[in-house]
C-alpha cells in the first residue's frame, strides 16, 4: 500500500471529513490475529462442510455419529478464538472514536473489537464468547480462558480409549447442553438462523446514517451480511480495506493491520 497514492490521500480526507463512521468486519480483520477464516480454500468449511458442522441438527447427528470429527472441529474453531489477541487493525479502530463516533459492524463472533476498547460494536453474528438459553435468553459471558479449558478438555478425552458421543458433551457442558430441564449453546447465529438482534437491526440503522463505511476484510458478498451495503447512502463513501479488493469506491489493498493504523494517523494523527 502506497501510502502517498492518491486513492489513499482521498479516503483519509473522506475519513477526516466524515462525521459518522461505520467500520464493517469480516473474517480477514481476525484473520490477522490468528484465527482462520472459514470460506477460503483452506478455511474451516473446506474441512468441515457447513451443512454438518454449522446446523444445529446437522452438528448434534454428527456428534452422535462421529464425535471424534465434531470434536476435531470445536478444537479447530475454539483453539484460536481462545488464543486470539487484538492486532493493530482492531486498536486502529478503537482510536479512531478519539475522533469520531465510531460503530463496529462485524461479522466475527470473536470479541475482540470490544478487547481492543472499541464501545459500540454490533455482533451481526453473535459471540462465542456469551453463552444463552432458551430462546437465547443471555446466562453469562465466557473467558478466553475458561474456552481455553474446553479446547484442552477435548484434546485430552479425543484422545482417550472409547472416546464417544458422552464424552464429547462432559467435555463441551461448559459451552453446551440440551435437555429437557437444561440447555444452554453459544450465542452464534448458525446456518439458517435468523441474524443475531437487536444488532442486526442496530446494524441497519448505524449504516443508513453514516457518511462513511469502512469495510475491512470482508467480500461483501456474504448474504444476508452483505445487505447492509445496500442500505449505506449514496452520498456516503465506501473505503475497502483488504488484499484482495472488495466492495468500495475507494480501494486500500493491504492488510488491516497496516492500513487502518496508517488510514487513522493520516486522517486524524497520532
Same mark, same amino acid.
Given at each position: 500500500?502506497?501510502?502517498?497514492?492518491?486513492?489513499?490521500?482521498?479516503?483519509?480526507?473522506?475519513?477526516? @471529513?466524515?462525521?459518522?463512521?461505520?467500520?464493517?468486519?469480516?473474517?480477514?480483520?481476525?484473520?490477522?490475529? +490468528?484465527?482462520?477464516?472459514?470460506?477460503?480454500?483452506?478455511?474451516?468449511?473446506? @474441512?468441515?462442510? =457447513?451443512?454438518?458442522?454449522?446446523?444445529? #441438527?446437522?452438528?448434534?447427528?454428527?456428534?452422535?455419529?462421529? =464425535? *471424534?470429527?465434531?470434536?476435531?472441529?470445536?478444537?479447530?474453531?475454539?483453539?484460536?478464538?481462545? %488464543?486470539?489477541?487484538?492486532?493493530?487493525?482492531?486498536?486502529?479502530?478503537?482510536?479512531?472514536?478519539?475522533?469520531?463516533?465510531?460503530?463496529?459492524?462485524?461479522?466475527?463472533?470473536? $470479541?475482540?473489537?470490544?478487547?481492543?476498547?472499541?464501545?459500540?460494536?454490533?455482533?451481526?453474528?453473535?459471540?462465542?464468547?456469551?453463552?444463552?438459553?432458551?430462546?437465547? *435468553?443471555?446466562?453469562?459471558?465466557?473467558?478466553?480462558?475458561?474456552?481455553? !479449558?474446553?479446547?484442552?478438555?477435548?484434546?485430552?478425552?479425543?484422545?482417550?480409549?472409547?472416546?464417544?458421543? #458422552?464424552?464429547?458433551?462432559?467435555?463441551?457442558?461448559?459451552?453446551?447442553? !440440551?435437555?429437557?430441564?437444561?440447555?444452554? *449453546?453459544?450465542?452464534?447465529?448458525?446456518?439458517?438462523?435468523?441474524?443475531?438482534?437487536?444488532?442486526?437491526?442496530?446494524?441497519?440503522?448505524?449504516? @443508513?446514517? %453514516?457518511? %462513511?463505511?469502512?469495510?475491512?476484510?470482508?467480500? $461483501?458478498?456474504?448474504?444476508?451480511?452483505?445487505?447492509?451495503?445496500?442500505?449505506?447512502?449514496?452520498?456516503? !463513501?465506501?473505503?475497502?480495506?483488504?488484499?484482495?479488493?472488495?466492495? +468500495?469506491?475507494? @480501494?486500500? *489493498?493491504? =492488510?488491516?493491520?497496516?492500513?487502518?493504523?496508517?488510514?487513522?494517523?493520516?486522517? %486524524? $494523527?497520532?
Amino acid at each position: 500500500m502506497d501510502q502517498n497514492s492518491a486513492v489513499f490521500q482521498m479516503a483519509a480526507n473522506r475519513l477526516r @471529513q466524515a462525521t459518522g463512521v461505520v467500520v464493517f468486519t469480516g473474517a480477514g480483520m481476525s484473520a490477522e490475529s +490468528g484465527i482462520p477464516t472459514f470460506r477460503d480454500a483452506e478455511g474451516l468449511w473446506h @474441512q468441515f462442510p =457447513p451443512q454438518r458442522f454449522a446446523t444445529l #441438527p446437522g452438528l448434534l447427528a454428527s456428534a452422535v455419529a462421529q =464425535p *471424534r470429527r465434531v470434536a476435531e472441529f470445536l478444537i479447530a474453531l475454539l483453539g484460536p478464538i481462545a %488464543c486470539a489477541r487484538p492486532n493493530p487493525g482492531h486498536l486502529a479502530i478503537a482510536r479512531l472514536e478519539a475522533h469520531k463516533p465510531v460503530v463496529v459492524v462485524t461479522q466475527n463472533i470473536d $470479541g475482540l473489537h470490544q478487547q481492543a476498547g472499541s464501545s459500540t460494536v454490533y455482533e451481526i453474528h453473535g459471540s462465542m464468547l456469551r453463552i444463552v438459553g432458551r430462546g437465547r *435468553r443471555p446466562l453469562r459471558r465466557l473467558s478466553r480462558a475458561e474456552l481455553a !479449558t474446553v479446547v484442552d478438555d477435548l484434546r485430552e478425552v479425543i484422545g482417550s480409549r472409547g472416546f464417544a458421543f #458422552p464424552q464429547l458433551l462432559r467435555a463441551i457442558e461448559p459451552i453446551f447442553a !440440551t435437555g429437557i430441564t437444561h440447555y444452554h *449453546r453459544p450465542d452464534v447465529v448458525l446456518f439458517g438462523e435468523t441474524m443475531a438482534e437487536p444488532d442486526w437491526s442496530q446494524a441497519i440503522t448505524a449504516v @443508513q446514517n %453514516c457518511d %462513511c463505511l469502512i469495510a475491512v476484510g470482508t467480500s $461483501g458478498t456474504v448474504m444476508p451480511a452483505a445487505a447492509l451495503l445496500d442500505e449505506v447512502p449514496q452520498q456516503a !463513501t465506501v473505503i475497502n480495506i483488504d488484499p484482495a479488493g472488495g466492495p +468500495g469506491e475507494l @480501494q486500500l *489493498r493491504g =492488510p488491516a493491520g497496516t492500513v487502518l493504523p496508517a488510514l487513522v494517523e493520516a486522517a %486524524c $494523527g497520532p
